[in-house]
């Protein structure tokens, strides 16, 4: 099975809500499935998780870094891309804290614009709350452990 390493991004507003996007999937394999998630995704050829994190900001909230820092989590699973193929994903997550919550989608990719339905800033306690699928699963705690607080 092939890995694929990524970079997923904790964007993290001054109210101390954390953005996700939703993705629903309309076509191919994951054709039904709908969820929320980080921002990211995977490395380039000779890309650094330090370097993915930085373009993937970039790319998918209009957001420019030069430095994210070092990751605060990580997790490795198998998973399955929307072509079909399933991976070894081996993911590293990023705290951003960002002075503004306006997003532009403007460098996203067509299938970042078929697939990216909405986004929202999530609370911890909206979190704990909610029905929805959310990846990763942990994240409440992947937060806590980075050292989030708060219950806005």
């Known amino acids: 099975m092939r890995k694929r390493p990524s970079s997923r991004l904790l964007v993290i507003d001054p109210l101390q809500r954390t953005l ?3 993705f629903v999937h309309k076509h191919g394999a994951l054709a039904g499935q709908a969820y929320w998630a980080t921002p990211g995704g995977g490395l380039e050829e000779g890309e650094s998780f330090e370097e993915a994190a930085c373009r993937e900001l970039l790319e998918e909230t209009g957001i420019q870094r030069s430095d994210v820092g070092r990751h605060v989590a990580e997790r ?6 929307p072509d079909g193929e399933y991976v070894w994903a081996e993911e590293r ?3 951003v804290n960002v002075s503004s919550n306006v997003l532009s989608g403007a460098q996203w990719t067509s299938l970042e614009r078929e697939v990216m339905a909405d986004n929202h800033w999530w609370s911890l306690a909206e979190l704990a709350g ?3 699928t959310i ?4 994240l409440s705690a992947i937060l806590n452990a980075s050292g989030l607080s708060g219950s806005s």
């Open 76 to 81: 490795a699973f198998r998973m399955q891309l």
């Open 130 to 132: 909610t029905s929805e």
């Open 20 to 22: 996700l996007f939703r």
């Open 93 to 95: 997550f990023f705290l």
């Open 135 to 138: 990846y990763p699963e942990d």
